[in-house]
């Protein structure tokens, strides 16, 4: 009798541990501009850790990539990692989803837009920044604006270079648009309150702060 | 006129050599072998290196060999020393662990932490840089004290990443507000030091009597200041993302994150 409960809760538990075990996983792989200093890295990858539950936690500090897993029954959205990376202070540039199911989800910066070859004129753009984490967000703020084909800021220079589609927009909005994201682009400011929550190493106005 | 030219090259040599004196030369650099290094610490005669991207601190030898290896931390960062124990604050798990003749434990009976980056000591004095909460904690032998809050003032900080203490004060790398503070045994501002250097990152700092150093992260420099804000002399030769330092038998080491090299120099 003894023996009879004693392996009925050994298979109980052995069942449990395996179902827990084969708990089904979603894959994330996220790619982050501006990582480079250990505190920071490590401080993305604690904030990563307010998911609870996460496992599987791969950072490489020198290229930016981030990897962990989750648990699908949890449904972690894009959105959801998009708002962490930025809580943590970065920029995301590339997120793919991997889903149990075998679903892909994945975030790009946008390379180019539906351009008009024709009508492509290319300006140069005084944009004030810092650092590479300054030249992902210009950068990407520049080309999710529609009619833009290219944007490539200068760390050195603090110039962009945008080549844009000028029926479909003007240097003065793609400027408008940059400093939205918190850049003061040709002569428009960017709103104080977006300037103040950009990461430390991004304050442009601080006499400080060195290009690197 | 001769004895006015004597005391004039004299002069001119006392000078010369006061300078040489003053310079930190390199005398050698240290390859680490994956080790990319955030703190250090002498136990024992031993050189001792936390390891922040492997989890681990390592004791090396003079040519940068693993000696002895300490796993399973979770980013351990600037480490400190008391007498025979080691200090390893623990970035990803909010502890002070510590590591006594062969035995790993926790410091206990410390607030509660979020991302201690650095930790010293002073004989009962303990103080520690606590990165989120913009804090450092400093331990004067009865009660803790909490020092700073986030902000760019004068006692404020902007991620304070390593904290050393001296007979009279404690000294604060705040790394991005790019200065140090100092402060008082009571937790008084008392001055900012390296604000005029164009610090980019201020991640570790070391005080020695008279000599005040500072890593300049982001721009890969090391500065030696005099405790009035003088500055003596501007260290750039094999430095590669510098995290933090320390002098140990006259020598200066710096350990430099990117390259995973212990560079040493020597007066």
């Known amino acids: 009798m003894m023996k009879k409960i004693i392996s009925s809760l050994l298979i109980s538990i052995l069942f449990i541990l395996t179902a827990v075990a084969q708990k089904p996983m979603d894959k994330f792989e996220i790619q982050v501009d501006g990582l480079g200093c250990p505190f920071c890295a490590y401080g993305l990858e604690k904030k990563f850790k307010e998911f609870k539950g996460i496992k599987q936690v791969q950072i490489e500090i020198q290229t930016g990539d981030f990897k962990f897993e989750y648990p ?117 400011t960017a709103p104080k309150e977006v300037y103040e929550a950009l990461p430390v190493c991004c304050y442009y106005n601080n006499p400080n702060l060195k290009t690197h | 006129m001769i004895r006015i030219i004597s005391c004039f ?130 331990f004067n032998g009865s009660i803790w004290l909490k020092i700073g809050g986030k902000g760019t003032a004068e006692g404020k900080f902007n991620y304070p990443t390593d904290v050393h203490l001296s007979t009279g004060f404690i000294f604060v790398a705040d790394a991005y507000n790019h200065r140090v503070q100092v402060f008082d045994k009571s937790g008084r501002f008392v001055k900012v030091l390296g604000q005029n250097l164009g610090i980019n990152a201020a991640t570790g700092i070391y005080v020695a009597d008279k000599e005040l150093f500072i890593t300049d992260f982001e721009n890969s420099r090391v500065f030696v200041v005099s405790l009035e804000n003088e500055l003596i002399q501007e260290i750039t030769q094999a430095i590669e993302k510098p995290t933090d330092m320390l002098i140990y038998n006259e020598q200066l080491y710096v350990v430099n994150y990117k390259s995973g090299i212990v560079s040493v120099y020597e007066r």
């Not at chain 1, 590479?132 to 290219?150: N, P, Y």
């Not at chain 2, 680490?32 to 989890?55: E, H, K, R, T």
């Not at chain 2, 351990?76 to 008391?82: D, N, R, T």
């Open chain 1, 72 to 188: 699908s029954e949890k449904q972690l959205t894009m959105d959801a990692i998009v708002n962490q990376v930025k809580k943590a202070g970065y920029t995301p540039k590339t997120a793919k989803i991997i889903r149990s199911n075998g679903g892909v989800e994945a975030l790009e910066v946008p390379l180019k837009s539906n351009t008009d070859s024709d009508q492509l004129v290319t300006e140069i753009v005084n944009v004030k920044g810092n650092c590479q984490m300054c030249k992902a967000r210009i950068e990407s703020a520049a080309l999710a604006t529609k009619g833009v084909d290219k944007a490539i800021w200068d760390v050195e220079t603090k110039m962009l270079e945008v080549a844009f589609d000028r029926k479909q927009i003007s240097v003065k909005k793609i400027a408008k648009n940059i400093a939205l994201a918190g850049h003061d682009a040709a002569k428009i």
């Open chain 2, 9 to 138: 090259l004299l002069s001119i040599v006392f000078v010369a050599c006061s300078k040489t004196q003053k310079d930190w030369q390199l005398k050698k650099e240290i390859k680490l072998d994956d080790v990319y290094p955030i703190g250090l610490a002498v136990l024992n005669d031993q050189l001792w290196l936390s390891d922040g991207d492997n989890n681990r601190l390592v004791q090396i030898n003079e040519d940068g060999k693993i000696e002895k290896e300490l796993v399973d931390f979770e980013r351990p960062m600037h480490i400190g020393l008391s007498k025979n124990t080691l200090l390893i604050p623990e970035y990803g798990r909010d502890t002070i662990s510590t590591y006594t003749g062969g035995k790993k434990g926790f410091l206990r009976d410390i607030p509660k932490l979020d991302a201690p980056a650095g930790v010293f000591t002073l004989g009962k004095e303990v103080a520690i840089a606590d990165f989120y909460t913009n804090t450092v904690h400093f």
